[in-house]
């Protein structure tokens, strides 16, 4: 399977955030943690962001 593309959506604007839907697709066997890989994505998102200088806050 060739690579897709990922999807970034911008959702809503709020006054302290912005919602963004990301789509992926990842091709896996049947006994990968699919919860697995998107944690790691979750996570990659966060450094990403904390290397921009951007703080991610909790939800309320």
Do not use: C
């Amino acid at each position: 399977m060739k690579q897709s593309p990922l999807q970034v959506l911008l959702d809503e604007f709020g006054t302290q955030a912005r919602i963004f839907t990301v789509n992926y697709w990842h091709e896996t066997a049947p006994d990968v943690d699919l919860n697995g890989i998107a944690s790691e994505l979750h996570f990659a998102i966060e450094q990403r962001f904390a290397e921009a200088g951007m703080k991610v806050l909790q939800a309320t």
